[in-house]
């Protein structure tokens, strides 16, 4: 089975910088993703961690410690735009035919920028 | 990036009747498609996973013969939601994998908004 836990909600301040955390708990481990997804659309990618370390991709940063079971996203000097909710992922190992597998999403953090 | 569109936005219907969602990949070949329902506050839940060609792959709890799945070309999969009924109601999002893509990462649709009246 899959169990992935984060944060229900976060709120920050325009200009600061926030983590937000995500353990999971997987049968089998094939890559850990970040989405950003605002209210009432799609989720966009964000991030990919399939090996430990961090990622950093301008003012977002993703890193993944395998033997925690641990991820999380830092977000630099945040702006409005930025309050949104924000999924972690799990890509499970399990080989679903034709080159595929699965995510299995947590169930998100609505974070709130605020003035 | 690579796009994915989904078709209708949103669409309201009387209960009973059917629903055809329709997901393109629009400038890449997807060997694979999923499909996802959303309700309100709450995560992503996978439906479907849909192969070109072959029959899709439902997850635990999902009617296959509710939700008819056709994954016809490597750019079109669409969801049939039969007998519509208001608890059906929800966010369908469908994303689909780049062929060849190293990372197998996902490209999400719109989403698609069902009210069942």
């Known amino acids: 089975g899959q169990n992935i836990d984060q944060p229900t909600e976060m709120t920050a301040t325009e200009g600061a910088i926030v983590q937000i955390n995500c353990t999971y708990q997987?049968?089998?481990?094939?890559?850990l993703f970040w989405y950003q997804q605002h209210a009432g659309e799609a989720p966009t990618f964000l991030s990919y961690?399939?090996?430990?370390g961090l990622e950093e991709k301008g003012r977002f940063s993703s890193f993944l410690s395998r033997s925690k079971g641990y991820s999380y996203l830092l977000l630099k000097e945040l702006q409005m735009k930025d309050s949104a909710s924000y999924l972690c992922?799990?890509?499970?190992?399990?080989?679903?035919?034709?080159?595929?597998?699965?995510?299995?999403f947590g169930k998100g953090t609505k974070l709130s920028v605020i003035p | 990036g690579a796009v994915v569109s989904q078709h209708p936005s949103w669409v309201i219907c009387k209960s009973g009747t059917s629903v055809k969602i329709e997901c393109r990949s629009l400038?890449?070949?997807?060997?694979?498609m999923f499909w996802y329902r959303q309700f309100p506050k709450q995560s992503l839940m996978l439906m479907a996973t849909?192969?070109?060609?072959?029959?899709?792959?439902?997850e635990q709890g999902v009617e296959k013969d509710k939700f008819l799945i056709n994954h016809a070309s490597l750019t079109l999969s669409t969801l049939t939601v039969t007998s519509a009924h208001p608890e059906d109601s929800s966010f369908y999002i469908c994303?689909?994998?780049?062929?060849?893509?190293?990372?197998?990462?996902?490209?999400f649709g719109p989403g698609t908004r069902l009210t069942v009246l």
């Open positions: 961690n399939v090996l430990d």
């Open positions: 997987t049968s089998g481990f094939n890559g």
């Open positions: 992922a799990v890509r499970d190992d399990a080989y679903s035919g034709a080159g595929s597998y699965q995510l299995t």
């Open positions: 994303s689909a994998r780049v062929l060849g893509e190293l990372n197998n990462e996902q490209f």
């Open positions: 849909s192969n070109e060609g072959s029959k899709a792959t439902y």
């Open positions: 400038d890449f070949q997807a060997t694979t």
